[in-house]
């Protein structure tokens, strides 16, 4: 079992930046992959950021260039740093970890991009 808990989202005006944590209960080294995901009122989750246990990254076309994803594995704990925030970028996120075929979720933190 792997329990994932978020935390850093909040309001942000349009241009600003946050950065979200996601907390393991158990050490990331051996988790295949965890990412980040999204879901706005109306829509469907959608992938926003992977990183696997090899650094890998990948990204939404969306999100290029404005999100960075990264792991810290001393403290079990994934980020994304988020900058260049849009009104669009509203959304719950969620943190997502894959070990050993198994999917993992957390609860979900919101993020409200608005002047």
């Known amino acids: 079992q792997v329990q994932l808990v978020e935390s850093g989202g909040g309001l942000v005006q349009p241009g600003g930046s946050l950065r979200l944590s996601c907390a393991a209960s158990?050490?990331?080294?051996?988790?295949?992959?965890m990412g980040w995901y999204r879901q706005a009122p109306g829509k469907q989750r959608e992938l926003v950021a992977t990183i696997t246990s090899g650094v890998s990254t990948n990204y939404a076309d969306s999100v290029k260039g404005r999100f960075t994803i990264s792991r810290d594995n001393a403290k079990n704990t994934v980020y994304l740093q988020m900058n260049s925030l849009k009104p669009e970028d509203t959304a719950v996120y969620y943190c997502?970890?894959?070990?050993?075929?198994?999917?993992?979720w957390g609860q979900g933190t919101q993020v409200t991009v608005s002047s």
């Open positions: 997502n970890a894959i070990k050993q075929s198994r999917v993992y």
């Open positions: 158990t050490t990331i080294f051996s988790i295949n992959r």
